[in-house]
C-alpha cells in the first residue's frame, strides 16, 4: 500500500494517522450499548525515544522487573534494535461517560464500566493494529502489554506494578503528568486510558511541555492546593499522602467486580470516581479552578 512506503518518510504523520483513524472508524471502539456509541473520544499521541534516559530512571524507582524499551525489543525479537520509539495514545473518555460518573458517589456508572470492558478491549485492539500495520510495512514492533511474557510484579516502593507502565510512557512522550491519585492528566484531562507500542522506527520525540513530573496537578505544583480527588473515593483509598494502591485494588476487585456483574450483567471493575467531577477531569487544571 502507498501509505506503508510513506511510513518511513513521514513516521510521525503516518502513525498518527493510524492510531487516530483505528480510534474513529473501527467498530472496536464501542461500549456495546445498543446506542453504538463509542467507547472513547479521538486520541492524543506522543512520541519518546527508546533510548531516552529516562526509562531508566523509571526501573531505578519502580524496580528492576520494568522493562526498557531496548529490554523489550531484545525480549521479543532477540536482536539490538537500531534507533527506538515508543509511540504513546491518550483515550479520552467521552463526554457522556464523564457525565454519569460525575453524578455517581459510592459505585461507578455504567458506562464507565463498559469503557473499562470494552474500551479496555478496544485498546488493546489498537495496539494489536499498531503493531500489525508497521509489521506490513517492515517495522518490527510490540505492544509490549500484549507480551506473553508481561506480568503482575510488586515493587518494593509503590506496591502492585508490572513489567511496563503505558502512563509512564505516555508521560515520557509528553503526554500528561502524575497526579495525587496516580492518574495521568493529560491535555485531556485525567479521565482517560492509555496505551503504548515500541517500534525500531525513528521518529523526533514529542517535546515535554513540563519539567517535574506532578507539574500539572495543583496538589503538588501549588503547595497542597486542590485535593477535590480525596473526597470523591468512597473507600478512603485518597488522602494528603497519596494514593493507597491496596485499598484502591481491594474496592475494584471485592466490591465493584460483584456489583457490576450483578447490576450489568458484565464482568468490569473499574470505577474512576477520583478521575471525574474533579478540577483535572478534562483538562489540565488551571489554579483558579479551586
Ligand atoms: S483533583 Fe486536584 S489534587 Fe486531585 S489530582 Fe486533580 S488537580 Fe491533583
Ligand atoms: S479508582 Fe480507587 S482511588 Fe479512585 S475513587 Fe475509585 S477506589 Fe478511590
Excluded at 102 to 112: D, G, I, M, Q, V
Excluded at 133 to 162: C, K, M, N
Amino acid at each position: 500500500m502507498a501509505q506503508d512506503k510513506e511510513i518511513r518518510e513521514n513516521p510521525d504523520l503516518i502513525v498518527s494517522d493510524i492510531i487516530r483513524d483505528f480510534m474513529l472508524h473501527s467498530p472496536e471502539n464501542t461500549l456495546n450499548k445498543e446506542s453504538g456509541e463509542p467507547a472513547w473520544d479521538e486520541p492524543l499521541i506522543g512520541f519518546s525515544r527508546g533510548d531516552d534516559p529516562l526509562y531508566q530512571e523509571f526501573k531505578d524507582d519502580i524496580g528492576d522487573f520494568l522493562w526498557t524499551p531496548p529490554e523489550i525489543f531484545r525480549k521479543t525479537f532477540s536482536m539490538e534494535p537500531a534507533h527506538l520509539t515508543v509511540i504513546s495514545w491518550i483515550l479520552p473518555q467521552t463526554e457522556l461517560s464523564k457525565e454519569d460518573n460525575r453524578k455517581s458517589k459510592t459505585y461507578p456508572a455504567e458506562r464507565w464500566l463498559r469503557s473499562r470492558l470494552f474500551g479496555e478491549q478496544a485498546n488493546l485492539a489498537l495496539a494489536r493494529h499498531t503493531v500489525q500495520r508497521l509489521d506490513e510495512a517492515g517495522i518490527r514492533a510490540v505492544a509490549p502489554e500484549l507480551s506473553p511474557l508481561w506480568q503482575w510484579q510488586t515493587s518494593e516502593r509503590y506496591g502492585y506494578a508490572s513489567n511496563w507502565s503505558n502512563r509512564h510512557a505516555a508521560y515520557a512522550a509528553g503526554l500528561g503528568t502524575f497526579s495525587l491519585c496516580d492518574g495521568l492528566i493529560t491535555p485531556k484531562g485525567k479521565a482517560m486510558r492509555c496505551g503504548s507500542v515500541v517500534a525500531e522506527i525513528n521518529i523526533e520525540a514529542t517535546p515535554r511541555p513540563y519539567n517535574d513530573h506532578r507539574a500539572w496537578c495543583l496538589f503538588y505544583s501549588h503547595n497542597g492546593k486542590c485535593g477535590k480527588c480525596i473526597p470523591r473515593c468512597p473507600v478512603g483509598a485518597l488522602s494528603k499522602d497519596g494514593h493507597d494502591k491496596l485499598k484502591c485494588r481491594n474496592y475494584l476487585f471485592d466490591v465493584i467486580a460483584d456489583y457490576s456483574k450483578e447490576r450489568y450483567g458484565i464482568a468490569s471493575y473499574g470505577c474512576g470516581l477520583c478521575q471525574t467531577g474533579v478540577p483535572c477531569e478534562s483538562r489540565v487544571p488551571l489554579p483558579g479552578a479551586v
